[in-house]
């Protein structure tokens, strides 16, 4: 920072992630502070080639990136190997992009790396359980013909001996009866391992987790507790089969509570067969429990590398004895779901830095040019007061606020002669302008967690009357979203300074501009909305964000 100025150097450093800087001759010219501090320092690095830094060998990497970007022009994706400076092999994820001079020609390529090492090796050690459980499976079906084998010779035994029938009889219907529900729980887990497996989302997986541990277990109550590592509490993430009322009552949250860090205390299944009996609990809690009718509760601890991530409760309103092979099912069923909370968070940790590394080219972008700063911040939180007046779902408001907050990316690629030109533009130079929106959707692309709020993106310039950009469409064609963010970028837009008009539009003035466009550059019913939803606002708070 000088003189108070933010400089793109200073927020680029800031990224979440390693960017590296290439030439035409894939030397290094230059590396942000996370790349240094997985390679070495710049003065044994800068100058020398990428792929005898990066990957130990001697020549161009096979399939790299970098030189596809060299010969396209193109972003490219690729996930690679590579050595840090103490020597230890780490997977990386890089998306690389070209810095192209005036005339088009790439003559830079930036790297921007991601260390995926850790979900990696998360999806190596979940393949190495998959794999144990179908040894398990084998295992148990091989055990399944043995006793298929033994229980057809007691059958013939039972023939040749008549005084002994009935006794034989009801050992093989017990010994049947074992198997088949043996094997009916080995399908459970393996039906339970395939579902849970296939989603990320935190929020569906405790739903299903609560679904399966009532199929498991029929109990009266079940509950998924999560234990929160910042604020050292527990909260109920999940529960089957309990009112809103008995969850909420002080009495229940603190018997849960007590029973949780008993078992993340053990770090093992704790069974209690009768809470009125039970000396731990009775004391506290003997009027409530005896008001609810809560007798028995089975907890098992949900452990990630020794580590409890929360604990599965079921609650029956009879004294219950559970049994071992009823506690081994919650315990490898928990197991499963350890997994599974632990992938989730894997997932998320990865779109947020994902996503901070995009904003933070946004904000690069904004720096570039004084007269935009704080516009995308603005954008995003008039777009999600008009979807929140709109009653748009909770899901659809965080698509838009990603929109939001990337919708001006595609400006990267606009050399800042264009951007900051205090006069009216040319012809090309327009047309250089009018890319932008085109550009930001290709380099959104790749990111999956993305991908609904690429068409927002590609299509916020678009006007309601059909003439607008990059694809002309016109009315209902265009994503409801982008006719939100279309009203709130003109109206920042306007209320903003900017260097090709001499002073901003007052507040009144420019929504008295976008009622003057609707029908033509606005959705007529989004903009009446627009206008009614920024007077209600206070006007102080309004200026503040300007």
Not at 81 to 96: A, E, I, N, R, S
Not at 127 to 143: D, G, P
Not at 171 to 193: A, P, S, V
Not at 225 to 245: G, I, M, P, R
């Amino acid at each position: 920072m000088v003189n108070g100025k933010v400089h793109t150097q200073d927020i680029i450093k800031g990224i979440g992630a390693g960017l590296c800087l290439l030439d035409r001759n894939f030397r290094i010219v230059w590396m942000n502070k996370i790349f240094l501090n997985w390679v070495g320092i710049p003065q044994e690095i800068y100058g020398r080639h990428c792929y005898k830094i990066f990957e130990h060998r001697n020549r161009i990497c096979p399939g790299c990136p970098a030189q596809e970007v060299f010969k396209t022009g193109n972003i490219h994706n690729a996930k690679r190997t590579g050595f840090t400076k103490d020597g230890q092999k780490h997977y990386f994820h890089l998306t690389v992009s070209p810095i192209k001079d005036s005339r088009n020609r790439v003559i830079f390529a930036l790297e921007l790396a991601q260390d995926i090492t850790k979900t990696i090796k998360t999806q190596r050690h979940n393949l190495n359980i998959l794999r144990k459980l179908k040894q398990m499976h084998e295992h148990l079906a091989s055990l399944n013909l043995r006793l298929r084998s033994n229980l057809q010779r007691l059958k013939e035994i039972t023939k040749n001996i008549s005084g002994s029938h009935s006794m034989l009889e009801k050992k093989y219907c017990r010994e049947r009866n074992r198997l088949l529900i043996m094997k009916e729980e080995l399908q459970k887990i393996f039906k339970i391992n395939r579902a849970i497996s296939s989603i990320a989302d935190l929020k569906k997986i405790s739903s299903l987790i609560m679904r399966l541990t009532c199929e498991l277990m029929h109990p009266d109550i079940s509950v998924l507790s999560l234990f929160d590592e910042q604020e050292k509490s527990w909260e109920v993430n999940s529960s089957y089969s309990a009112s809103d009322a008995t969850l909420k009552k002080i009495f229940f949250l603190r018997l849960n509570k007590e029973i949780n860090d008993k078992v993340a205390q053990i770090k093992r299944p704790l069974a209690i067969s009768d809470l009125d009996k039970d000396s731990r609990f009775r004391l506290k809690f003997k009027e409530p429990i005896k008001k609810e009718g809560l007798r028995s509760v089975l907890s098992v601890p949900v452990l990630f590398q020794n580590r409890v991530l929360g604990v599965i409760s079921v609650y029956s309103h009879r004294p219950q004895q559970f049994k071992d092979e009823e506690i081994e099912v919650l315990s490898v069923f928990a197991s499963n779901v350890a997994i599974a909370i632990q992938e989730s968070k894997y997932y998320k940790d990865i779109h947020t830095s994902y996503f901070n590394t995009i904003h933070a080219l946004v904000l690069a972008i904004e720096a570039r040019d004084p007269y935009t700063r704080g516009h995308t911040e603005r954008v995003t939180r008039y777009a999600l007061e008009v979807g929140r007046a709109l009653q748009i779902p909770h899901r659809e408001l965080e698509v838009l606020r990603y929109a939001g907050e990337v919708h001006d990316l595609g400006k990267i690629s606009i050399p800042d002669s264009i951007l900051n030109k205090p006069g009216k533009l040319s012809p090309p130079e327009r047309a250089m302008i009018e890319l932008h929106p085109g550009k930001g959707a290709e380099m959104l692309e790749p990111l999956e967690f993305l991908k609904p709020a690429i068409p927002i993106v590609r299509h916020h310039h678009e006007r309601y009357d059909g003439t607008g950009y990059p694809d002309g469409l016109d009315k209902e064609k265009i994503p409801i979203m982008s006719r939100i963010l279309a009203c709130a970028d003109a109206f920042d837009a306007m209320t903003s300074d900017r260097p090709y008009r001499r002073s901003k539009l007052t507040i009144r003035e420019a929504l008295a501009e976008i009622k003057n466009n609707a029908g033509s550059q606005f959705d007529p019913q989004i903009a009446c909305l627009f206008i009614k939803t920024i007077r209600t606002q206070n006007p102080i708070k309004i200026k503040a964000l300007h």
